[in-house]
């Protein structure tokens, strides 16, 4: 039976890679975050408080569970957040990665760590894994900077890099496009969306599913893994209104000079998934279908 540890379980990704780990049943799987478990499924597996930033903590939890692979989903991940609380970022980003890599080597842990499509600058995407990055903001660049360490690392190591993730979580205060533009146009709120920036939304099941897949086989190395249709920020935001039929009115299309965030998002990312086709088996979901599941989901919570 594997070992599994999951870092960031109350997190978008981390709650579905705990979810997809759970319909399995040749796994022990551990499950860990900054604080409380706020994962509504509390059977089938371990719960521990973990801060990442801890490496004394981190050891503990090797130390007792000996995992065989690490889902490392925990981060910083509010970007314009990062741009002004550099400290915490390069904690979270970088340093707690640094500390993951060391802890797995001497435990000969498999890595798994989550980068960003960010890493690219956006003037000529779609990306292959063989396309050099260049960071447009601190995130980005912090984001680059773990890559750097798992890329040394002596342990053996997979990078995801994924793009705009979307999905439900359990915890519902967390919000992400889909659930931000139905919500909004839910509650009749006007909402600016940008018009010019392109991304290939990434249904969180499918980058869960593509996580697991990297750990089951044994693959390493760099992959893209992300929805298969690139588009404007504002056609995910026209579709996501289409499909629940809500007033496309209340969308304000503004490109990104107008929208002035404070860190600059490249334009147009999207990636190149053979790679991940290939050696991970992955089938995105279309934009259509994901809307879909969300759509279920939300149902069964009556929301
Ligand atoms: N979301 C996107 O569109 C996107 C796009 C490209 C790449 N990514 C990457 O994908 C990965 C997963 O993203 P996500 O959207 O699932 O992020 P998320 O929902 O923000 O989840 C991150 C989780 O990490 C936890 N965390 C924060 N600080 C921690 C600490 N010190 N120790 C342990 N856990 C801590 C957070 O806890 P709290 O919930 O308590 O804050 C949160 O549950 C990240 O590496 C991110 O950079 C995300």
């Not at 379980?9 to 705990?18: D, E, F, M, P, T």
């Not at 692979?69 to 340093?95: F, G």
């Not at 660049?141 to 705009?164: D, F, H, M, Q």
Request: charged content about 25%; some cysteine.
């Amino acid at each position: 039976m594997k070992t599994i540890l999951i870092t960031g379980s109350n997190g978008l990704l981390g709650q579905k890679v705990l979810y997809n780990l759970l319909a399995r049943s040749d796994i022990r799987i551990i499950a860990t975050s900054k604080g409380v478990n706020r994962t509504s499924q509390k059977e089938g597996y371990i719960y521990n408080e973990l801060d990442v930033t801890d490496e004394v903590e981190i050891r503990k939890i090797f130390t007792q569970y000996k995992p065989d692979a690490v889902i490392n989903t925990a981060a910083m991940t509010n970007v314009d957040a990062c741009e002004t609380e550099r400290e915490t970022c390069d904690k979270m980003n970088i340093e707690s990665v640094e500390f993951l890599c060391r802890i797995c080597e001497e435990f000969n842990t498999h890595l798994v760590h989550i980068s960003t499509d960010f890493v690219f600058d956006g003037v000529k995407g779609p990306y292959s894994e063989l396309d050099k990055p260049n960071p447009l903001h601190y995130y980005a660049k912090s984001k680059l900077e773990g890559e750097k360490r798992v890329e040394n690392c002596k342990a053996p190591w997979t990078i995801i890099r994924t793009i705009l993730i979307y999905g439900v979580v359990d915890d519902l205060n967390r919000s992400n496009i889909i659930l931000w533009v139905k919500n909004s146009l839910s509650q009749k709120k006007v909402i600016r969306v940008v018009t010019d920036q392109f991304r290939a939304p990434t249904l969180a099941e499918d980058l869960a599913e593509a996580c697991v897949q990297a750990v089951m086989r044994g693959v390493t190395g760099m992959f893209h893994v992300s929805g298969e249709e690139i588009m404007p920020i504002i056609e995910i935001a026209n579709r996501t209104a289409d499909f629940f039929n809500l007033d496309k009115s209340y969308i304000v299309p503004v490109s990104s000079d107008e929208l002035k965030q404070p860190a600059k998002r490249p334009l147009k990312t999207g990636f190149i998934l053979d790679k991940a086709r290939k050696e991970l088996d992955f089938k995105p979901h279309s934009l259509k279908e994901g809307l879909a599941i969300v759509a279920e989901q939300l149902q069964a919570r009556k929301i």
